[in-house]
């Protein structure tokens, strides 16, 4: 994957039978599905891909046990299945975590316990395991740390974990591979019409300045919580549709939290779940559901989110954390689709919204990345219809995602599947590029290499935020990795020393915002 061959095939092309404005997970998802079936696809995103939401989740794919209690029986259904559909596509990025929610009062490890087995019925042939009841000693086995003030018993179940931003580099890969142009660095700046319907769009990359006219047949908007500000540049007019939500997450060393199975506790302070999951050698504590009013691409932690997790971390826990126990701080924003007379967030439904503008404008809201590939097929169905394309039907709820392998190694280069043989070649080829990134990390110059190389990274943050996730896990030490990230671009894609030090000086700046100060 190659954006200079990407580049070239955009030069060679002016006019796509499906354009989607947006590399996150419902773009992406959208690329695959439109190229699976035969359709001219070209997909634009302006950063990198999943620089938003997508690449901020709880790392979870589920079914969503907070819906089920809204009775929002449909969706969970979908998304388990989605999940079963996911955990076989894409084996490399995904696995099945075992969870345990502990119970602190007699009725709820019944109460909750029948909820979660129905839950993991709905899944049908694609259950990834039995619901259990567990006794104090057991749920203890499971969670040595969890505290035991009142403890009754609690309840297994298992659900799927994945790394966000992989599976999207994956996706990019996936839809290349099957005929899609894919470019990231490439933002659409204005919309081409005729008699008031748009039949193109203008595009600019980010690197060159350089600007370009493509027509197309079908337009989706698949940019997230940003889709209500393309939503104005088509219409000509604000309208908002998206209810956006902030939702952290603290990233702490393991050994706060003994074992390898997360901890669900079904309702906090607010009437969230938190969650305790294990990821990459580290535990995720989160999350929130904070209505906000603006968007960004970095949004920032409100100080009484963090005491919220890190107070609820203490209280079922035997842990004492502190800000300073906290090795980054990572923030996602909902795309909620907007639903009259309900304010608050939390209650708001994740469905997916799909509307066809007056401009003509697809425009997708809500969702999840569990059901990326679903909405990505009701997307693509929308399309053809309004576009008057042959229909061809979806061909995705079997294909195998870029980098398939159900061989899973003993390394941290288990998460690149298939892709791990060119890793080693690349050593092999050159040893120095054995030599790891930073002292408390796996991370190799290797991998730094095959993402500049063939996963179309740009900058340093897109490989420390997005290839490997050390930005995620522990911002500090991601800041002393940059300097090794922009001398190895230098090398190998002929960067300047100025280029260096502007990267290091944006970088720098922007790993802040992910440390508790």
Not at 159 to 181: K, P, V
Not at 239 to 253: C, D, F, N, R, W
Not at 401 to 414: D, P, Q, T, Y
């Amino acid at each position: 994957m190659k954006r200079e061959e990407q580049l070239r095939k955009l030069e060679q092309n002016s006019e796509y039978d499906i354009i989607i404005i947006g590399g996150g997970a419902t773009g992406l998802g959208c690329a695959i599905d439109a190229a699976t079936r035969g359709y001219k696809t070209l997909l634009l995103e302006k950063h990198d891909f999943a620089k938003g939401t997508s690449s901020r989740a709880t790392k979870l794919v589920h079914g969503g046990v907070r819906y089920l209690a809204q009775g929002n029986i449909r969706l969970v259904r979908e998304a388990l299945l989605e999940r079963g559909r996911l955990l076989k596509n894409a084996p490399h990025v995904c696995k099945t975590l075992s969870f345990v929610m502990p119970s602190y009062k007699w009725y709820q490890k019944w109460y909750y316990g029948i909820g979660l087995w129905i839950y993991e019925s709905l899944s049908g042939k694609l259950s990834l395991g039995a619901t259990k009841f567990l006794s104090k000693s057991k749920t203890l086995s499971y969670l040595p740390d969890v505290s035991q003030n009142n403890l009754s018993g609690g309840v297994l179940y298992f659900d799927g974990q994945f790394d966000d931003s992989r599976l999207a580099i994956n996706l990019a890969q996936t839809a290349i591979e099957n005929g899609a142009t894919i470019i990231n660095y490439f933002g659409v700046s204005n919309f081409i019409k005729s008699e008031n319907k748009i039949i193109g769009v203008t595009a600019k990359d980010t690197f060159t300045g350089k600007e370009i006219s493509i027509k197309g047949k079908a337009i989706i908007n698949a940019t997230g919580v940003f889709a209500d500000d393309v939503l104005q540049l088509a219409e000509g007019n604000f309208q908002k549709t998206i209810a956006p939500s902030q939702g952290i997450h603290l990233v702490v060393e393991k050994h706060f939290f003994a074992g390898n199975t997360a901890m669900m506790i079904p309702k906090t302070d607010d009437g969230r779940i938190l969650f305790v999951i294990p990821w990459h050698d580290k535990l995720i504590l989160g999350t929130t559901d904070t209505p906000i009013k603006k968007v960004s691409t970095e949004p920032k932690a409100l100080q009484e989110e963090i005491d919220f997790v890190i107070s609820h971390f203490n209280r079922y826990t035997t842990s004492d954390i502190k800000y300073s126990d906290v090795k980054s701080v990572f923030v996602g924003l909902r795309p909620l689709a907007k639903v009259e007379n309900k304010n608050a967030t939390k209650v708001m439904p994740r469905d997916h919204v799909i509307k066809v503008l007056p401009s003509g404008l697809i425009h997708v809201t809500g969702g999840k990345w569990t059901t990326y590939r679903s909405m990505a097929e009701h997307t693509i169905d929308k399309a053809i219809q309004f576009a008057g394309l042959d229909f061809v039907s979806c061909k995705t709820k079997h294909l195998k995602i870029h980098g398939w392998s159900e061989k899973i190694l003993n390394s941290h280069l288990s998460i690149y599947g298939s892709d791990v043989i060119y890793i080693q070649e690349l050593i092999k080829a050159d040893n120095s590029l054995a030599e790891i990134l930073h002292p408390n990390y796996p991370y190799t110059k290797a991998e730094v290499v095959w993402f500049i190389q063939n996963e179309m990274a740009q900058t340093i943050e897109d490989i420390l935020a997005r290839r490997i996730r050390l930005l995620f896990i522990d911002a500090k030490a991601a800041i002393e990795t940059a300097p090794i990230i922009a001398d190895i671009f230098i090398k190998t894609n002929d960067k300047t020393t100025t280029w260096k030090q502007q990267q290091l000086e944006e970088f720098n700046i922007l790993a802040n915002n992910y440390l508790i100060h």
